[in-house]
């Protein structure tokens, strides 16, 4: 075991807003503030967005910094990543950021009905092998997941360097009637250029993976869809 992960494990156990529920009771069925992260996580009824699969939290503290008036909470399996996150919020004193730390097969034990009002999916596994779309947190198949919890109408993005998770998340949004509200396959030679200023600064947030995939000269991809 790495002493800098067991470090930051431990600092996470410290950290208010950062919530590690045990997997094996969440599997079992197991919830945790579902229906409830406004009232007892946030302290007001402001809307949420999730970022799923969010690494070190780059989009979920770069949003809470830009959003003070609005919530948001960095999913990831690995603690250690998203301690950088949490620490960065505590630093900064972001009473808008919380991390959870579970298997996003498992988020809807997490949020309630139309608890969620935005979710972004930043640079997520693009999962090659999988045909039938179990796996790959953008497609479909986990749209429909997150249909559970997300407002009618909330919107979905995605951000990624993988022509193959664009191509086949776009298709498969297509053919199961996910209207594509935007899609990009080069954020920074195209879409910051025709979105408004706002967004375009939302767009510049730049992920730890991002970083390297653009040192090696890959495209990033955008994709918006809506639940
Ligand atoms: C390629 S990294 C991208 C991280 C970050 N969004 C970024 O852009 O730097 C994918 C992240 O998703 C997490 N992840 C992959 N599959 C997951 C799952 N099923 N449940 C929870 N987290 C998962 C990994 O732990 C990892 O941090």
New binding site residues.
């Given amino acids: 075991m790495g002493k800098d992960k067991l470090r930051k494990w431990k600092e996470n156990a410290t950290f208010s807003h950062v919530f590690e529920p045990d997997l094996k009771d969440i599997v079992d069925g197991a919830t945790l503030h579902r229906g409830e992260w406004g009232k007892r996580v946030f302290g007001n009824d402001r809307p949420i967005t999730l ?6 939290g ?2 979920t503290v770069g949003l809470a910094r830009r959003h003070p008036d609005r919530n948001f909470i960095g ?4 603690g250690h ?1 998203f301690w950088r996150g949490a620490k960065t919020s505590q630093e900064e004193g972001l009473a808008n950021v919380a991390f959870l730390r ?4 498992f988020v809807q034990n997490f949020f309630g009905p139309d608890e969620v009002s935005e979710i972004w999916l ?4 693009p999962q090659p092998k999988d045909d039938r779309g179990t ?1 790959r ?1 953008t497609s479909e198949v986990f749209l429909r997941r997150y249909q559970h919890f997300v407002q009618p109408g909330g919107l979905i993005h995605v951000k990624s360097d993988s022509e193959l998770l664009y191509e086949l998340s776009k298709a498969g949004w297509e053919e199961a009637g996910f209207p594509i509200l935007e899609d990009s396959r080069d954020v920074y030679g195209d879409l910051v250029h025709r979105v408004d200023g706002n967004f375009a600064d939302v767009l510049r947030i730049r ?4 970083s390297r995939w653009l040192e090696e000269g890959k495209n990033i991809h955008y994709l918006r869809t809506r639940a």
């Fill in positions: 970022e799923l699969g969010c690494g070190k780059e989009y999913v990831d399996i690995k990543r579970t298997k996003i097969e930043t640079f997520s596994d796996k947190i992920t730890y993976y991002e």
